[in-house]
């Protein structure tokens, strides 16, 4: 089992910068494929992005492709979401997500694969 805690959140300009992090608990970090989601005002969550356990795929949600940029450190339990020229649509409640995959590639874009949530962190983008 993993526990997972986002931080980084906050609010910001349109055309400003965030970088997300996670920090996982657990020495198994390195086998979950991790994925950020995010739920807007009045919506249901979306797929953001994903990384694969070894880091070698990604994927990402078309609104947010060549903005953001998922990674991970495996020796820190961490996986990033760097997060640039934001938008407005971008505000979100964004939730880091984990699904134990290895050792099988990829990384799922289904918020009903993956089995471990963090609490979500706020992020305010003002036009």
């Known amino acids: 089992q993993v526990q997972l805690v986002e931080s980084g959140g906050g609010l910001v300009q349109a055309g400003g910068s965030l970088r997300l992090s996670c920090a996982a608990s657990?020495?198994?970090?390195?086998?979950?494929?991790m994925g950020w989601f995010r739920q807007p005002p009045g919506k249901e969550r979306e797929f953001v992005a994903a990384?694969?356990?070894?880091?070698?795929?990604?994927d990402y949600a078309d609104s947010v492709k060549g903005r953001f940029t998922i990674s991970r450190d495996n020796a820190k339990n961490t996986v990033y979401l760097q997060m640039n020229s934001l938008k407005p649509e971008d505000t979100a409640v964004y939730s880091c997500?984990?699904?134990?995959?290895?050792?099988?590639?990829?990384?799922?874009?289904?918020?009903?694969?993956?089995?471990?949530w963090g609490q979500g962190t706020q992020v305010t983008v003002s036009s």
């Open positions: 990384i694969s356990w070894s880091g070698g795929s990604t």
């Open positions: 657990g020495r198994t970090f390195s086998r979950y494929s």
């Open positions: 997500a984990g699904h134990i995959m290895y050792p099988q590639p990829g990384a799922s874009v289904h918020i009903g694969d993956y089995d471990y």
